[in-house]
């Protein structure tokens, strides 16, 4: 598709959304209470990602040992913290890109978003302690760093994991002189686009992801929208954990 495409004269994008506007947001948590001690189902667009912690628990129940697992620890008395990217082949609109759980791209995101969650996680809390995160894509329409922020935060919230504050996350891309919200496959292929991700309602950024040529001059006012776009899914990810939470509140008494 041309870039000429991307966006009309009349402020429309492909979809019909305004340059700040989200895609369609689900999420849910507690949805796999038997597999694992918290999980979290994210619905970004076209984009589905399902999210399972483990732990924490002692280092020689750890299931996460290679592939693009990543794990890391800042000192010896405090968790070890392991993120595994599950990317299935039928996960791709596009099937000629088969990415493997060996892949070089999902190590990279692995240590990127293990990184973000080492300072987000009340490490005092699990002194020599493994806890485990498997991420594994449904389907796939842009927003991978992002959907998967969104999900290993909620699990571990669902997990009673301590953390100091949500961390959510969306991509904001540049059309010439306009930032776009929230991006799609079609976009992400012909725009140039960072990854941003907030801690709670600040503008504190604990996650920045760029890897397109960028003009200096627009950075400021795209990492000022994906601040706005973060603190709108920070609301909606919260109102979904106090809707479960009373619910569950309501079953025990």
């Not at 076209?46 to 002692?58: F, Q, R, T």
């Not at 000629?96 to 973000?116: M, P």
């Amino acid at each position: 598709m041309s870039r000429f495409e991307l966006y009309s004269p009349e402020g429309m994008r492909i979809d019909g959304r305004r340059s700040n506007e989200l895609r369609s947001f689900n999420c849910n948590i507690n949805t796999h209470p038997n597999a694992s001690d918290g999980s979290s189902f994210i619905q970004q667009g076209n984009s589905n990602v399902i999210c399972l912690v483990k732990g924490p628990m002692d280092p020689s129940y750890s299931t996460i040992k290679n592939g693009s697992g990543a794990g890391q620890s800042t000192s010896i008395d405090e968790p070890t913290l392991n993120i595994s990217i599950n990317y299935p082949p039928f996960a791709n609109n596009d099937r000629r890109k088969k990415l493997t759980k060996n892949d070089r791209r999902l190590t990279e995101l692995s240590i990127i978003l293990t990184k973000c969650f080492l300072k987000t996680i009340v490490l005092k809390n699990y002194p020599r302690t493994v806890i485990d995160v498997q991420v594994t894509l449904l389907s796939f329409d842009g927003g991978l760093l992002s959907a998967c922020c969104n999900a290993i935060t909620l699990a571990l919230i669902d997990a009673g994991i301590a953390l100091y504050d949500y961390v959510t996350a969306v991509t904001v891309g540049i059309y010439d002189q306009v930032p776009l919200l929230d991006l799609c496959t079609l976009e992400e292929n012909d725009l140039s686009f960072i990854t941003v991700g907030v801690v709670g309602d600040s503008d504190k950024l604990n996650l920045i992801l760029c890897e397109d040529k960028l003009p200096l001059d627009k950075l400021e006012r795209m990492i000022g929208l994906g601040i706005q776009g973060c603190h709108r899914l920070k609301e909606l990810m919260d109102a979904k954990v106090r809707e479960v939470g009373f619910d569950l509140l309501n079953k025990k008494q």
